[in-house]
Every structure is written in structure tokens, then in C-alpha cells.
């Protein structure tokens, strides 16, 4: 059952006296922020002011675990000061679908959550329900899969709420304050009854939106089944009949019975049953699915962007994203293809679209693994010289995701999170070791 959110939520109560939060996590970012190393990058957006992104990279000496340094991260970009005495604070993240290796240790959330408590908040970990065939559709479904991936409350020291409940049907409609596309977002409730919201962020590729990040884990992983509905309207695939060849994988991942065969076998895609979420793109071996250039891509990446903004909109939100086992696909795939990049490190800020440029911006600087579909997509490899196999020197002139999902543009999000001042897409890195 929806119901319509006022504008400030329970947060309001928060506003004033002992329990006050800021009321917008990634402008606190750009006050006093610390770090060892300071180091401006990123392109600067039209009267954009920059944020500062902190970054620890993977490397650990004996006795200092990878937990450690993403602690001292999270301290180091300023979190203790969110007001976090007796909040209940969201950590949205995506558990990943069982059989996919790529999604995020437990082991991180737990170091987050502890944090949190330390701090003197009330942590659980959340997602909403999926669209799609898998095994996260529905409540009961979706805390089977995170307590196999390891998401116990043993383990992490915090529960489990599925933001949407049973059958994702529990959400808020949420004012888009700004809105170009969407007036509202249909959010999860459980997301919107937190008083402080974190992300916690698989950086990868993504065969619909270019790549994954905070703007996706916050927008379309927060929105309930009809906010997922609403988000991928207009993004939904064709199929090119000269590469099908009739093997019918597509069909046995569509939930929504949108692809049939014609009597040469072809694969077609009824748009009245599609709910564009894009699972049959990846599943095809033959690249024989793909997403209009124009618009489609596009116009998820817009309406998601949009959500993100309703789901952060006026309460304390921090953010962290781990660039590690970069697959090109999303976790909400049942495998993960071979990582096309090394291990990077973790990033936190305060500002999220700062925080996905700067993943982003290390993604493609870094060299491409050959031998895995992004260094077969360039065709070319390595031949032992120590070049990247793209052949770019590393200097990070290739465009990583679009390279993978020549269907996607990525800059639509970050373009559109900047025009509505869901943050800057202009950062100051801080190194932190
Ligand atoms: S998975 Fe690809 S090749 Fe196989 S039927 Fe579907 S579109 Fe055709
Ligand atoms: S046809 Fe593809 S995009 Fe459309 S609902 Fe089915 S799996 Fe999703």
C-alpha cells in the first residue's frame, strides 16, 4: 500500500535541539574535511563548487586490516559528524543474488554498522525487492539470499529489513523536490522511516545504466517494485534479428512473458509487457539485445537520479563505495563475469555524485584485465609487453563502460544529479593512507 510522505518526514523532529542533523550531508563534506594527501582531479561542472571524496586504496601492511583503513576512512570524511544518538540509520546496500560472488563482503557492512553504533545510532541493513526472475523478489525470498550471501545478523551485527516488505508493495510517495521527469518516487518505506541514511556501494558496470554506483544503489535499488517500474519505463530493449539465433536464454530470465519467436526462431520484445528492467541484455551470449541509443538509457539513468534525490532529500546520508571485483554486470545477476579492472580501493564522501565521478574517473584510468570481456571487446591483448590491453598507456582515455555496454551512457546520471543538485560532479581527492 502506498501512502504520500510529507515533505519532511519524521525527520523534522530532528531538526532542531540535541538531536539536529544537517540537512544536507555532502555540503558538511566541504567544511574542515581532513586528510594526509590533497590532490584536485575530476572536471569541473558549470558553477559547481567541488567536494572532497577521501580514498584509501587496497593496499594493507601486516596488522592493519582492509577494515581497518575503511574505518579510518569513514572518520577521517567526517562522519562522526552526523548526529547519529538514537537515530535509526538505513545502510542501503545490495546483498547480491545468490550464485553472483561479486557483491560486497559482510564483513564491510559489519565494520559500518559498528561504526554506527559507536556513534550512538541503530543500524539495519536494507534493500527493496527486484523486478525480475531471481530470488530477491519478494521479502521472504530476499532475506533467504542475504543470509546465505552472509548478511546474518551474527555476522554483521544488525538485522535485515526489506524496505518494501513482503511483496514490495510497501512504500512512500515522496515529493521529487526539483523533479524534471517524476513529481514523486515510491520509495521503501523502511528507507524512508530511517532518520540517517548511508550507502554502501558495489562500484561495477551495468548493462542498462553504464555503471552501478551510489546513484544506482540509492535510486533504483531504494525504489519499490512500482518505483523500479516507473524508473525503467521507456528503457526497454530490441532485438536485432541478423544476431539471434533462437537459443531462447532471454525468455527464461524475462519475468514479465515480454519475449516471443517468430517461426524463424527470432526473438521479439512486446513493449506492453516489458517492464525494461534489463535483464535479457546481459543474458544474451550473442549480443543480439540491446537498448536504443537514444533515449532509453538515458532516460533511466534520468528518472533514477530523480529517486535518489527523493530517498535523500533532507535528512543526514553518507556514502561509501568499494571498487573492487569490478564485474561488468550488475550483482543482480545469479554469476558475475571476470573483473575487467584491478582492485582499486574504497571511496567515502559525503556527496554522492562526486563520489561516483571519482570511482568512475579511477575505473577508466586503470588498465584492462585482458582476457576478460572488456579486453575482448578491444580486441586486442597484451602479447607481454605490459601494456593495458586496450592499448591506452593507462592514461585512462577509454571509456571503460561504454566500451562494455555500448548502449549505455553513464554521464546522463551524473549530468542530471548535478543539475538538480544532488551534489557536484567536481571532486578534491584526499588520499588517506
Ligand atoms: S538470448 Fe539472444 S540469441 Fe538467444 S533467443 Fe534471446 S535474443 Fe536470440
Ligand atoms: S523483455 Fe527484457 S527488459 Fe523487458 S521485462 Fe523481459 S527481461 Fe526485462
Not at 514523486?184 to 553504464?210: C, P, Q, Y
Request: glycine share 12%.
Amino acid at each position: 500500500m502506498s501512502e504520500t510522505a510529507k515533505p519532511k518526514k519524521a525527520h523534522a523532529a530532528h531538526a532542531s535541539g540535541k538531536n539536529e542533523r544537517p540537512a544536507r550531508g555532502h555540503q558538511a563534506a566541504k567544511d574542515g574535511a581532513k586528510g594526509t594527501l590533497h590532490k584536485k582531479t575530476g572536471q569541473k561542472g558549470a558553477g559547481a563548487e567541488p567536494s572532497k571524496v577521501y580514498f584509501t586504496d587496497m593496499r594493507c601492511r601486516i596488522g592493519t586490516s582492509l577494515l581497518d583503513k575503511l574505518d579510518k576512512l569513514m572518520l577521517a570524511a567526517g562522519v562522526e559528524r552526523i548526529n547519529f544518538q538514537n537515530a535509526f540509520v538505513a545502510i542501503k546496500i545490495h546483498f547480491g543474488e545468490p550464485g553472483n560472488l561479486a557483491f560486497l563482503r559482510p564483513n564491510f557492512a559489519k565494520t559500518v554498522a559498528d561504526r554506527v553504533k559507536k556513534l550512538g545510532g541503530m543500524p539495519f541493513l536494507t534493500d527493496a525487492n527486484t523486478l525480475y526472475v531471481g530470488r530477491r523478489n519478494n521479502a521472504l525470498l530476499h532475506m533467504d539470499a542475504a543470509y546465505e550471501n552472509g548478511f546474518t545478523p551474527l555476522s554483521t551485527g544488525c538485522h535485515v529489513i526489506i524496505a518494501d516488505g513482503l511483496k514490495g508493495a510497501d512504500e512512500v510517495e515522496v515529493p521529487i523536490e526539483g523533479g524534471v521527469h517524476l513529481k514523486t518516487a515510491r520509495i521503501g518505506r523502511a528507507i524512508m522511516d530511517a532518520d540517517v541514511f548511508i550507502s554502501l556501494n558495489h562500484f561495477k558496470g551495468h548493462e542498462l545504466t553504464g555503471f552501478g554506483g551510489a546513484i544506482k544503489n540509492i535510486g533504483m535499488g531504494s525504489g519499490s517494485r512500482a518505483g523500479k517500474m516507473i524508473m525503467h519505463n521507456n528503457g526497454k530493449p530490441r532485438v536485432a534479428h541478423d544476431k539471434c539465433v533462437g537459443c531462447r536464454t532471454c525468455a527464461r530470465y524475462c519475468n514479465q512473458d515480454a519475449i516471443t519467436f517468430n517461426e524463424e526462431k527470432k526473438a521479439s520484445i512486446n513493449h506492453e509487457l516489458c517492464v525494461g528492467c534489463g535483464r535479457c541484455i546481459a543474458t544474451c551470449n550473442f549480443d543480439a539485445i540491446d537498448t536504443p541509443w537514444e533515449g532509453s538509457s538515458d532516460d533511466v539513468n534520468i528518472r533514477m537520479v530523480e529517486y535518489a534525490k527523493a530517498v535523500l532529500d533532507g535528512r543526514p546520508n553518507f556514502h561509501i563505495s568499494v571498487v573492487n571485483h569490478v564485474s561488468p554486470n550488475c550483482d543482480c545477476h545469479g554469476e558475475n563475469d571476470a573483473a575487467i579492472i584491478p582492485d582499486i580501493g574504497i571511496f567515502a564522501s559525503f556527496d554522492p555524485v562526486a563520489l561516483d565521478k571519482a570511482c568512475i574517473d579511477a575505473v577508466n584510468a586503470a588498465p584492462v584485465i585482458p582476457g576478460t570481456v572488456l579486453g575482448d571487446k578491444f580486441g586486442k591483448q597484451l602479447e607481454g609487453k605490459g601494456e593495458p590491453a586496450c592499448g591506452c598507456g593507462g592514461h585512462g582515455q577509454h571509456d571503460h563502460f561504454h566500451v562494455v555496454h555500448p548502449g549505455t551512457n553513464w554521464r546522463s546520471q551524473i549530468e542530471h544529479a548535478e543539475a538538480l543538485g544532488l551534489g557536484s560532479g567536481t571532486y578534491e581527492l584526499v588520499t588517506i593512507k
